[in-house]
C-alpha cells in the first residue's frame, strides 16, 4: 500500500527510503498509524489497523474506514490532554489504554524523528485488549476478595513456585507460628513454597499440574499441624491462572477431634470401648469370610451393695480397678474389652471358640473374686457372673449372638453368681417362656382377675392365740392352673408390676382383717424393689383410710435384701411409715448380709427367724445355735422373735425350749383363704382347672 504522506517524506528520514518505510509498516503484524502533529491528523493506517477496527466498529463512535484524515481526538475523551502529551516529546513514548463501548484499545505511542531531530509525526501500534482487560478484572477482584477473607490465604506463581500474594489473615496466621518458620511472615512474598514442605519435589510436582486440583493436605511443622487447601484459579475463558492456598493452624483443632473421637468411642471413666465400638467391632468380625468369634457378658455380682455402701466416688474408682484387671487378662489384639455401661462388661473374642471362651471366663471369674485395693487403703470385694455365645455356632447375626449372650449370663446369675454359662437352647425356652408369663400376668393384674389372698396363722407360743396372719399372694390362671409365687414373684419384680401388685395385696389385707372377730393383725410382705421410692408410703396410708384398720394391726414384713437396695431412702421410708403406728417386721432373718447392723439401725418390731434354719434345727446342732441365739438377741432388744418353717412337734419343742415367741408353719396352720375367696377357690379346684401343672396353693414366698 502506498502512502502520499509517507512517500513525501524527505529523502535522508531515519537512513530510511520513504518506499521502504511504508512497505515496512504495511508488512506489520499489528495495527499501524501515523500522525501527523501540525494538526494532529491521521495521515495513514495499515491494512491490520484497518481490520482490526472493523473487527470492533459496532463499539467505535467514528467510521474506521475513513480513519486516514480522522483528527487523533477520536481516540481520546480529553483531546487538551492527548495533544499535550503527543506535543511533548519528553513524554514518549507513551501508553495508553482507551475503552470503546464493551471493547479496550490499548494504544502505543511512538516518536518518528525527522532529520533533524525534530519530532513531526507519531507512530500509533494498536492492540485490542479487552481479554487482557477481562483477564485483569478477574484478578483484581480475586484479590480484593481473598483480601477480605477471615482465612489465610497465598498465590504462588506456578512456574517459579514463589508466593506472589499473601492476604492479612495469612499474615495473622503464620504469626502463631513463626518461629517454626525460617523466615518472618512479612518476608515470605517472594519465598519459594518449600519452606512449608519436607518434600518440596512432591509439592512442586502437584502445583504445576492444574490437573492434580483441588488438592488437600495436612503438614506438621514441630509441634503444630496445618491444614493446605490448594484450589486451581481460572480466568474467565477458563484459563489456569496459578494456584490459591488457603492455610489454617489445625493443632487444636485436631486435639478437639480427638477428644471428641474419645469420647464417642471410648467409655469416659474406664477407657475401655463403649457400647457403639464394641457393636462396630462385632459387627465388622461377623462380616469376615467364615466369622469365628466368641462373646462374654459380664455383670459384677455385689456392686450395687458396695456403691451404695462406700458412695459413688469409691464406686468409680472399683470400676477403674475392674476395668484394669480386664485389660490385664485379654492382652490379644483380637480381644476387644468393652464398658457397656455401669458395671456391664463384654468382651469379643475375634477367631475365638467356646473352649477359649471358657478358658477365659475361668480366669475372669476367679481375678474378679480376688479383693481390690481402693483409695491406697480400702480392700473391697465384688464377683462376676458370666454368659457366652459363640459363633457361628450360636448365631450368626450380632443381634442373636448379644441376646443370647445375655440369657447366658442371665442364667449364670439365676445359678447363684459367680460363675459362667455357656448359651443352650433351653436357656432360650425358659426365657421365652417367662416373657409369655409375664404377659399372663399383666392382664391378670390389670383385670385384678385370679389373683387371691391366702392367710397363714402366727400364733403365741404361750397362749396358743393367733396374733397375726401372713397374707400370702396367689395367682391361678385358667390354662396354667396355680403357678408359684416363687416363679412369678421375681417376674413381677424384674417388669415393675409389683407396685401395683404390692398396692392390691395392702387394700385387700386390710380390708380382710377388718372382718377378723379375733382382732389379729395382718403381715404383708414387702418387695425389695417397693421399698425406698416413697409410693409404699402413699399405699400404706391410702390402704389404711379405705379400710379403717387400726395401724397398729398392720405389719409389714421386710428382707435384709430390701435394706441392701437402697439403705438411706428404705430406712428412710420405713421410719415414715413407722411412725404412723405400723409396725415392722425383719424377715428371714440370718440369711442375708450385715444383719446386726439392720438391727441397731432400725427399732423392728419383730425378728422371723428362717425357716431353713427351724426345720434343721432338730438334726443340725448349728442351726439350733442360729435359733438360740436369735431368740436371746430378740429377748435383749426387746423384740419378739418368730419361728418360721414349724412342721412338727419336735420344731415346735425346739423353738419353745429356745425361747421363741411365736411361731408359723404347717403344724398349726396352712395357708387358707378368705372367707370372700373360699367358695371361689374351692370351685377352681373341684374343676381340676389347674392345667399342665397339675398344682395346687402351696405355702411360698409372698409379695
Known sequence: MSCPHLDSLPADHGAIEPLSFATMLEALPVGAMTCELRTFTIDYANACALRLLHAIRDSLDFDPEKIVGTCIDVFHRQPGYQRGLLSDPDALPHKARIRFGKEWLDLHIHPLPDSQGRVVRVLLVLVIATADVAKENVEYKLLRMIGDMPMAVMTVDPSTFQITYMNESSKETLSQIENLLPVKPDALLGQTIDIF???????????????????RARIK????????????????????????????????QLAAEARIHQLAHYDTLTGLANRATFREHLEA????????????????????????????????????????????????????????????????????????????????????????????????????????????????????????????????????????????????????????????????VEAKDGLFLFYQPITDIVTGQVTAREGLIRWHHPVLGWISPAEFIPIAEESRLIDEIGTWVLHRACMDAMTWEDGASVAVNVSPRQLGTGRLLEAVVAALLASRLPPQ???????????????????????RIHSLGVRIALDDFGTGFSSLAHLRAFPFDKIKIDGSFVRDATSRPDCAAIVGVVADLGRRLGVKTVAEGVETEAHLALVTAEGCNEIQGYLLGRPEPSARDRAAVASLNARGAAGRRGETPVDGEAA
Open 285 to 444: 468380625a461377623l462380616q469376615r469370610p467364615q466369622p469365628c468369634l466368641a462373646l462374654l457378658f459380664i455383670d459384677l455380682d455385689g456392686f450395687k451393695l458396695v456403691n451404695d455402701a462406700n458412695g459413688h466416688l469409691v464406686g468409680d474408682a472399683l470400676l477403674k480397678r475392674v476395668a484394669d484387671r480386664l485389660r490385664e487378662h485379654c492382652p490379644e489384639p483380637d480381644v476387644t474389652v468393652a464398658c457397656l455401661g455401669g458395671d456391664e462388661f463384654a468382651i469379643l473374642i475375634q477367631g475365638g471358640d467356646a473352649h477359649a471362651a471358657i478358658q477365659l471366663a475361668e480366669i475372669l471369674v476367679a481375678a474378679l473374686v480376688a479383693p481390690f485395693l481402693v483409695e491406697g487403703e480400702r480392700r473391697l470385694r465384688l464377683g462376676a457372673s458370666i454368659g457366652i455365645a459363640v459363633a457361628p455356632l450360636h448365631g450368626a447375626g450380632s443381634e442373636t449372638l448379644l441376646s443370647r449372650a445375655d440369657i447366658a449370663l442371665y442364667a449364670a446369675k439365676a445359678a447363684g453368681k459367680n460363675t459362667f454359662r455357656v448359651f443352650q437352647e433351653e436357656m432360650e425356652r425358659r426365657i421365652t417362656w417367662r416373657l409369655r408369663l409375664e404377659a399372663k400376668l399383666r392382664l391378670a
Open 221 to 252: 511443622l514441630g509441634p503444630e499441624v496445618l491444614d493446605l487447601q490448594v484450589s486451581a484459579v481460572r480466568d474467565t475463558d477458563g484459563d489456569y491462572i496459578g494456584p490459591m492456598l488457603t492455610w489454617s493452624v489445625i493443632t487444636k
Open 197 to 215: 514442605h519436607r518434600h518440596p519435589e512432591h509439592q512442586r510436582r502437584l502445583l504445576s499440574d492444574p490437573a492434580n486440583l483441588p488438592h
Open 553 to 575: 394391726r398392720l405389719e409389714l414384713e421386710v428382707t435384709e435384701s430390701a435394706l441392701l437396695n437402697d439403705q438411706v431412702d428404705g430406712l428412710g421410708e420405713l421410719r
